[in-house]
Protein backbone atom coordinates (compact mmCIF):
# COMPACT_ATOMS: atom_id res chain seq x y z
CA UNK A 1 0.00 0.00 0.00
CA UNK A 2 1.17 3.62 -0.60
CA UNK A 3 2.39 5.37 2.14
CA UNK A 4 0.12 8.40 3.17
CA UNK A 5 1.38 11.86 3.92
CA UNK A 6 -0.55 14.54 5.84
CA UNK A 7 0.94 18.08 5.30
CA UNK A 8 0.02 20.81 8.72
CA UNK A 9 0.95 24.26 9.55
CA UNK A 10 -0.69 27.37 9.94
CA UNK A 11 -2.44 29.33 7.68
CA UNK A 12 0.00 31.02 4.49
CA UNK A 13 3.08 28.83 5.84
CA UNK A 14 3.26 27.37 2.27
CA UNK A 15 1.51 24.57 2.31
CA UNK A 16 -0.60 24.64 -0.45
CA UNK A 17 2.31 25.48 -2.55
CA UNK A 18 4.48 22.60 -1.30
CA UNK A 19 1.58 20.64 -2.06
CA UNK A 20 1.10 21.65 -5.68
CA UNK A 21 4.90 21.61 -6.26
CA UNK A 22 4.17 17.53 -5.46
CA UNK A 23 1.59 17.19 -7.59
CA UNK A 24 3.11 18.76 -10.76
CA UNK A 25 5.93 16.50 -10.26
CA UNK A 26 3.89 13.61 -10.13
CA UNK A 27 1.70 14.33 -13.05
CA UNK A 28 4.97 14.25 -15.03
CA UNK A 29 6.07 10.92 -14.23
CA UNK A 30 4.15 8.80 -16.48
CA UNK A 31 3.48 5.78 -14.82
CA UNK A 32 1.61 5.95 -11.15
CA UNK A 33 -0.77 3.19 -10.23
CA UNK A 34 -3.59 5.32 -9.74
CA UNK A 35 -6.57 7.15 -11.55
CA UNK A 36 -8.74 8.71 -9.05
CA UNK A 37 -7.24 11.19 -7.11
CA UNK A 38 -9.06 13.50 -4.95
CA UNK A 39 -8.05 17.15 -5.49
CA UNK A 40 -6.05 17.65 -2.50
CA UNK A 41 -4.19 14.12 -2.26
CA UNK A 42 -1.23 14.89 -4.66
CA UNK A 43 0.02 11.13 -5.43
CA UNK A 44 3.99 11.34 -5.87
CA UNK A 45 6.12 8.54 -7.83
CA UNK A 46 9.38 7.78 -5.47
CA UNK A 47 12.27 7.75 -8.50
CA UNK A 48 15.06 5.58 -7.84
CA UNK A 49 18.11 5.97 -9.92
CA UNK A 50 18.81 1.92 -8.71
CA UNK A 51 15.38 0.58 -10.34
CA UNK A 52 16.50 2.54 -14.12
CA UNK A 53 19.61 0.34 -13.89
CA UNK A 54 18.10 -2.19 -12.74
CA UNK A 55 15.61 -2.52 -15.47
CA UNK A 56 17.71 -1.50 -18.42
CA UNK A 57 19.72 -4.30 -17.01
CA UNK A 58 17.03 -7.25 -17.07
CA UNK A 59 15.11 -5.61 -20.27
CA UNK A 60 12.07 -4.98 -18.27
CA UNK A 61 8.80 -3.21 -20.48
CA UNK A 62 8.93 -0.26 -18.14
CA UNK A 63 8.94 1.11 -14.63
CA UNK A 64 6.47 1.13 -12.24
CA UNK A 65 7.35 3.64 -9.33
CA UNK A 66 6.10 3.34 -5.54
CA UNK A 67 4.25 6.26 -4.56
CA UNK A 68 3.65 8.41 -1.75
CA UNK A 69 0.56 10.33 -0.93
CA UNK A 70 0.33 14.04 0.40
CA UNK A 71 -2.47 14.82 1.55
CA UNK A 72 -3.29 18.98 1.88
CA UNK A 73 -5.24 20.66 4.70
CA UNK A 74 -6.33 24.09 5.28
CA UNK A 75 -4.41 25.92 7.78
CA UNK A 76 -5.11 25.36 11.70
CA UNK A 77 -5.29 28.08 13.87
CA UNK A 78 -5.71 28.11 17.56
CA UNK A 79 -9.00 26.76 18.24
CA UNK A 80 -8.95 24.56 15.46
CA UNK A 81 -9.94 21.29 17.21
CA UNK A 82 -13.11 22.65 18.67
CA UNK A 83 -13.92 23.30 14.85
CA UNK A 84 -12.16 27.26 14.75
CA UNK A 85 -11.62 27.58 10.77
CA UNK A 86 -13.18 23.90 10.19
CA UNK A 87 -10.25 22.53 11.37
CA UNK A 88 -11.17 19.85 13.13
CA UNK A 89 -12.73 18.63 9.88
CA UNK A 90 -9.48 19.20 8.50
CA UNK A 91 -7.97 17.22 11.03
CA UNK A 92 -10.30 14.56 10.50
CA UNK A 93 -8.65 13.66 6.89
CA UNK A 94 -5.20 13.08 7.68
CA UNK A 95 -5.83 11.02 10.45
CA UNK A 96 -5.03 7.75 8.47
CA UNK A 97 -2.29 9.01 7.05
CA UNK A 98 1.60 7.30 8.17
CA UNK A 99 3.33 10.65 9.28
CA UNK A 100 2.55 14.53 9.27
CA UNK A 101 4.84 17.28 7.62
CA UNK A 102 4.66 20.23 9.17
CA UNK A 103 5.00 23.15 7.27
CA UNK A 104 6.92 26.24 9.04
CA UNK A 105 6.66 29.82 7.71
CA UNK A 106 10.35 31.23 7.93
CA UNK A 107 10.59 33.43 4.92
CA UNK A 108 10.52 37.45 5.29
CA UNK A 109 8.60 38.06 2.57
CA UNK A 110 6.48 41.08 3.49
CA UNK A 111 4.15 40.67 0.94
CA UNK A 112 2.87 37.82 2.23
CA UNK A 113 0.34 38.24 5.25
CA UNK A 114 0.97 36.69 8.38
CA UNK A 115 -1.79 35.69 10.46
CA UNK A 116 -0.22 36.42 13.76
CA UNK A 117 1.34 39.62 12.23
CA UNK A 118 5.07 38.62 12.58
CA UNK A 119 7.30 35.39 11.59
CA UNK A 120 8.05 33.46 14.70
CA UNK A 121 8.63 29.92 13.81
CA UNK A 122 8.18 28.71 17.30
CA UNK A 123 5.26 30.04 18.58
CA UNK A 124 4.09 28.66 15.11
CA UNK A 125 4.77 25.13 15.58
CA UNK A 126 3.69 25.82 19.19
CA UNK A 127 0.53 26.68 17.99
CA UNK A 128 -0.11 23.45 16.00
CA UNK A 129 1.44 21.42 18.10
CA UNK A 130 -1.02 22.03 20.87
CA UNK A 131 -4.29 22.05 17.99
CA UNK A 132 -3.20 17.79 17.24
CA UNK A 133 -2.72 17.78 21.10
CA UNK A 134 -6.08 18.85 21.87
CA UNK A 135 -7.89 17.48 18.85
CA UNK A 136 -6.76 14.05 19.72
CA UNK A 137 -7.30 14.49 23.16
CA UNK A 138 -11.05 15.09 22.71
CA UNK A 139 -10.77 11.96 20.60
CA UNK A 140 -9.50 10.15 23.35
CA UNK A 141 -11.85 10.90 25.64
CA UNK A 142 -14.63 9.85 23.52
CA UNK A 143 -13.04 6.51 22.84
CA UNK A 144 -12.66 5.75 26.16
CA UNK A 145 -15.74 5.76 27.06
CA UNK A 146 -16.80 2.79 24.82
CA UNK A 147 -13.78 1.41 25.46
CA UNK A 148 -14.08 1.40 28.87
CA UNK A 149 -17.74 -0.43 28.48
CA UNK A 150 -16.24 -3.23 26.32
CA UNK A 151 -13.32 -3.50 28.68
CA UNK A 152 -16.01 -4.24 31.78
CA UNK A 153 -17.17 -7.21 30.06
CA UNK A 154 -13.88 -8.47 30.41
CA UNK A 155 -12.44 -8.11 27.00
CA UNK A 156 -8.58 -8.32 27.40
CA UNK A 157 -7.69 -6.21 24.49
CA UNK A 158 -10.12 -3.88 25.81
CA UNK A 159 -8.97 -3.74 29.15
CA UNK A 160 -4.95 -3.29 27.80
CA UNK A 161 -6.45 -0.22 25.68
CA UNK A 162 -8.32 1.49 28.20
CA UNK A 163 -5.17 1.13 30.26
CA UNK A 164 -3.15 2.97 27.14
CA UNK A 165 -6.24 5.76 26.74
CA UNK A 166 -6.12 6.37 30.46
CA UNK A 167 -2.15 6.99 30.15
CA UNK A 168 -2.65 8.91 26.84
CA UNK A 169 -5.17 11.09 28.09
CA UNK A 170 -2.66 11.97 31.54
CA UNK A 171 0.06 12.91 27.97
CA UNK A 172 -1.76 14.68 26.48
CA UNK A 173 -3.03 17.05 29.17
CA UNK A 174 0.17 17.64 30.16
CA UNK A 175 0.36 19.22 26.86
CA UNK A 176 2.45 15.64 25.28
CA UNK A 177 2.42 13.83 22.16
CA UNK A 178 0.52 10.00 22.33
CA UNK A 179 3.60 9.08 20.81
CA UNK A 180 5.52 9.56 24.31
CA UNK A 181 3.05 6.28 25.21
CA UNK A 182 3.47 2.91 24.39
CA UNK A 183 1.25 0.79 22.53
CA UNK A 184 0.47 -2.40 24.93
CA UNK A 185 1.14 -6.02 23.25
CA UNK A 186 -2.01 -7.28 23.79
CA UNK A 187 -3.75 -4.17 21.88
CA UNK A 188 -1.20 -3.44 19.07
CA UNK A 189 -3.58 -1.69 17.25
CA UNK A 190 -5.11 1.13 19.47
CA UNK A 191 -2.90 3.97 18.44
CA UNK A 192 -4.48 3.26 14.38
CA UNK A 193 -8.32 2.63 16.43
CA UNK A 194 -7.56 5.96 18.17
CA UNK A 195 -6.78 7.47 14.60
CA UNK A 196 -4.22 9.89 16.95
CA UNK A 197 -2.04 12.83 14.71
CA UNK A 198 0.28 12.86 18.04
CA UNK A 199 1.39 9.34 17.76
CA UNK A 200 2.82 9.66 14.23
CA UNK A 201 6.36 10.95 13.79
CA UNK A 202 6.76 14.30 12.23
CA UNK A 203 9.09 15.67 9.64
CA UNK A 204 9.40 19.86 10.15
CA UNK A 205 9.23 21.58 6.72
CA UNK A 206 10.91 25.23 7.14
CA UNK A 207 9.62 27.18 4.09
CA UNK A 208 12.38 29.53 4.12
CA UNK A 209 13.80 32.77 1.73
CA UNK A 210 14.40 31.68 -1.65
CA UNK A 211 17.89 30.86 -2.63
CA UNK A 212 18.58 29.48 1.25
CA UNK A 213 18.77 26.01 2.00
CA UNK A 214 19.60 26.64 5.74
CA UNK A 215 17.43 25.03 8.50
CA UNK A 216 17.01 27.55 10.94
CA UNK A 217 18.37 27.13 14.08
CA UNK A 218 15.36 27.30 16.08
CA UNK A 219 13.65 24.48 14.25
CA UNK A 220 16.39 22.49 13.82
CA UNK A 221 16.83 22.49 17.61
CA UNK A 222 12.89 21.74 17.88
CA UNK A 223 13.15 18.65 16.14
CA UNK A 224 16.11 17.45 17.81
CA UNK A 225 14.35 17.66 21.00
CA UNK A 226 11.39 15.48 19.51
CA UNK A 227 13.42 12.99 18.17
CA UNK A 228 12.00 14.35 14.45
CA UNK A 229 13.53 15.43 11.54
CA UNK A 230 13.72 18.57 10.04
CA UNK A 231 14.20 19.95 6.33
CA UNK A 232 14.85 23.62 4.91
CA UNK A 233 12.95 24.35 1.26
CA UNK A 234 11.15 27.28 -0.51
CA UNK A 235 7.84 26.47 -1.19
CA UNK A 236 7.46 28.53 -3.78
CA UNK A 237 10.77 28.54 -6.00
CA UNK A 238 9.73 24.30 -5.75
CA UNK A 239 6.22 25.08 -7.42
CA UNK A 240 7.88 27.45 -9.78
CA UNK A 241 10.52 24.76 -10.60
CA UNK A 242 8.12 22.01 -10.75
CA UNK A 243 6.68 24.52 -13.79
CA UNK A 244 9.79 23.70 -15.74
CA UNK A 245 11.63 21.08 -18.08
CA UNK A 246 14.06 19.37 -16.22
CA UNK A 247 17.06 21.12 -18.03
CA UNK A 248 15.48 24.37 -17.36
CA UNK A 249 14.90 23.88 -13.80
CA UNK A 250 18.47 22.37 -13.16
CA UNK A 251 19.68 25.60 -14.49
CA UNK A 252 17.25 27.89 -12.05
CA UNK A 253 18.62 25.39 -9.67
CA UNK A 254 22.41 26.29 -10.16
CA UNK A 255 22.22 30.35 -10.41
CA UNK A 256 19.57 30.39 -7.03
CA UNK A 257 22.61 27.52 -5.71
CA UNK A 258 20.05 25.55 -4.41
CA UNK A 259 21.63 21.87 -5.00
CA UNK A 260 19.09 19.28 -5.39
CA UNK A 261 15.11 19.41 -5.47
CA UNK A 262 13.84 19.93 -2.18
CA UNK A 263 11.08 18.11 -3.42
CA UNK A 264 13.40 14.71 -3.79
CA UNK A 265 15.00 16.58 -0.25
CA UNK A 266 11.01 16.12 1.53
CA UNK A 267 10.70 12.50 0.12
CA UNK A 268 13.65 10.70 0.75
CA UNK A 269 13.16 12.21 4.77
CA UNK A 270 9.76 11.25 4.58
CA UNK A 271 11.27 7.47 3.96
CA UNK A 272 14.02 7.96 6.35
CA UNK A 273 11.56 9.11 8.88
CA UNK A 274 8.97 6.29 8.49
CA UNK A 275 12.24 3.75 8.44
CA UNK A 276 11.28 2.10 5.03
CA UNK A 277 13.96 0.27 2.74
CA UNK A 278 12.99 -0.09 -0.92
CA UNK A 279 13.03 -3.16 -2.79
CA UNK A 280 12.72 -4.27 -6.62
CA UNK A 281 10.90 -6.79 -8.72
CA UNK A 282 12.49 -7.02 -12.55
CA UNK A 283 12.05 -9.27 -15.18
CA UNK A 284 12.02 -9.37 -19.08
CA UNK A 285 9.10 -7.88 -20.62
CA UNK A 286 7.50 -7.01 -17.68
CA UNK A 287 7.33 -3.69 -15.76
CA UNK A 288 10.54 -3.31 -13.27
CA UNK A 289 8.44 -1.78 -9.92
CA UNK A 290 9.61 -0.29 -6.81
CA UNK A 291 7.93 -0.80 -3.29
CA UNK A 292 8.55 0.09 -0.24
CA UNK A 293 9.12 -1.73 3.49
CA UNK A 294 9.46 -1.22 6.99
CA UNK A 295 13.02 -2.04 7.71
CA UNK A 296 13.78 -5.09 9.68
CA UNK A 297 10.66 -6.95 7.59
CA UNK A 298 11.10 -10.07 5.89
CA UNK A 299 11.01 -11.57 2.18
CA UNK A 300 7.29 -12.61 3.56
CA UNK A 301 6.22 -9.06 4.31
CA UNK A 302 7.90 -8.03 0.79
CA UNK A 303 5.35 -10.93 -0.65
CA UNK A 304 2.64 -8.96 0.88
CA UNK A 305 3.41 -6.13 0.02
CA UNK A 306 3.41 -7.06 -3.88
CA UNK A 307 0.25 -9.36 -3.20
CA UNK A 308 -1.65 -10.96 -1.15
CA UNK A 309 -1.86 -13.80 -2.96
CA UNK A 310 1.82 -14.40 -3.38
CA UNK A 311 2.20 -14.06 0.24
CA UNK A 312 -0.30 -16.72 1.28
CA UNK A 313 1.14 -19.21 -1.14
CA UNK A 314 4.85 -18.42 -0.41
CA UNK A 315 7.86 -20.97 -0.92
CA UNK A 316 10.73 -19.46 -1.28
CA UNK A 317 12.68 -16.51 -2.98
CA UNK A 318 15.42 -15.13 -5.19
CA UNK A 319 17.23 -12.38 -3.84
CA UNK A 320 20.27 -10.10 -4.94
CA UNK A 321 21.24 -7.04 -4.11
CA UNK A 322 20.64 -4.39 -7.31
CA UNK A 323 24.36 -3.81 -8.19
CA UNK A 324 25.04 -7.67 -8.44
CA UNK A 325 22.30 -8.29 -10.51
CA UNK A 326 23.68 -4.82 -12.87
CA UNK A 327 27.18 -5.98 -11.95
CA UNK A 328 26.56 -9.75 -13.45
CA UNK A 329 24.46 -8.11 -16.45
CA UNK A 330 21.04 -9.77 -15.62
CA UNK A 331 19.80 -12.83 -13.88
CA UNK A 332 21.64 -15.78 -15.58
CA UNK A 333 24.85 -14.09 -15.74
CA UNK A 334 24.08 -13.76 -11.73
CA UNK A 335 23.02 -17.73 -11.29
CA UNK A 336 26.41 -18.59 -13.10
CA UNK A 337 28.28 -15.96 -10.63
CA UNK A 338 26.23 -17.84 -7.45
CA UNK A 339 25.06 -14.27 -6.71
CA UNK A 340 21.17 -14.84 -7.12
CA UNK A 341 20.45 -16.29 -3.78
CA UNK A 342 17.26 -18.68 -2.31
CA UNK A 343 15.89 -17.54 0.68
CA UNK A 344 13.03 -18.36 3.18
CA UNK A 345 10.62 -16.65 4.28
CA UNK A 346 12.00 -15.20 7.20
CA UNK A 347 15.27 -13.68 5.11
CA UNK A 348 15.61 -9.72 6.39
CA UNK A 349 15.07 -7.50 3.49
CA UNK A 350 17.85 -5.25 2.56
CA UNK A 351 17.91 -1.79 1.13
CA UNK A 352 17.91 -2.21 -2.70
CA UNK A 353 17.48 -6.06 -2.86
CA UNK A 354 15.37 -7.12 -5.81
CA UNK A 355 13.09 -10.29 -5.26
CA UNK A 356 11.37 -13.25 -7.61
CA UNK A 357 8.88 -14.78 -4.92
CA UNK A 358 8.07 -18.27 -5.99
CA UNK A 359 4.38 -19.22 -4.94
CA UNK A 360 1.97 -21.62 -4.92
CA UNK A 361 -1.08 -20.60 -6.63
N1 LIG B 1 8.22 34.57 -0.70
C1 LIG B 1 7.67 33.36 -0.53
N2 LIG B 1 6.34 33.27 -0.57
C2 LIG B 1 5.79 32.05 -0.39
C3 LIG B 1 6.58 30.90 -0.15
N3 LIG B 1 5.75 29.84 -0.02
C4 LIG B 1 4.50 30.32 -0.14
N4 LIG B 1 4.53 31.66 -0.39
C5 LIG B 1 3.36 32.51 -0.61
O1 LIG B 1 2.57 32.53 0.54
C6 LIG B 1 1.19 32.56 0.22
C7 LIG B 1 0.48 31.39 0.88
O2 LIG B 1 1.01 30.17 0.39
P1 LIG B 1 0.15 28.84 0.41
O3 LIG B 1 1.04 27.77 -0.11
O4 LIG B 1 -1.14 29.03 -0.27
O5 LIG B 1 -0.07 28.67 1.97
P2 LIG B 1 -0.98 27.61 2.75
O6 LIG B 1 -0.17 27.16 3.90
O7 LIG B 1 -1.48 26.57 1.84
O8 LIG B 1 -2.17 28.52 3.27
P3 LIG B 1 -3.66 28.06 3.71
O9 LIG B 1 -4.13 27.01 2.78
O10 LIG B 1 -4.42 29.32 3.64
O11 LIG B 1 -3.54 27.58 5.11
C8 LIG B 1 1.12 32.49 -1.30
O12 LIG B 1 0.98 33.80 -1.78
C9 LIG B 1 2.48 31.95 -1.69
O13 LIG B 1 2.87 32.39 -2.97
C10 LIG B 1 7.99 31.04 -0.13
O14 LIG B 1 8.75 30.10 0.05
N5 LIG B 1 8.48 32.30 -0.31
MG1 LIG C 1 -3.45 25.88 1.40
Known amino acids: MSTRIGIVGMPNAGKSSLFNALTKAG ?26 QVAQTVGASEIVWDTI ?41 ENVIHPEGRVDPLRDIETIETELVLADLE ?15 GDRAAVAEEAWLTQVIDALQAGRPARTVAVPEDAPNAARDLGSLTVKPVLFVANVDEGSEELPAEIAAHAAEQGARAVAV ?31 RVVREAFTLL ?82 VKFTP
Open 27 to 52: AEAANYPFTTIEPNVAVVPVRDERLE
Open 69 to 109: DFHDIAGLVAGAHQGEGLGNRFLANIRETDAIVHVVRAHGD
Open 139 to 153: QAERRIERVARQARS
Open 234 to 264: SSRIESELAELEDADAAAMRAELGVSESGLE
Open 275 to 356: QLIAFFTAGEAKPAQSWHLRQGLTAWHAAGEIHSDIQKGFVRAEVIGWSSLVEAGGYAGAREKGTLRLEGRDYVMADGDVIN
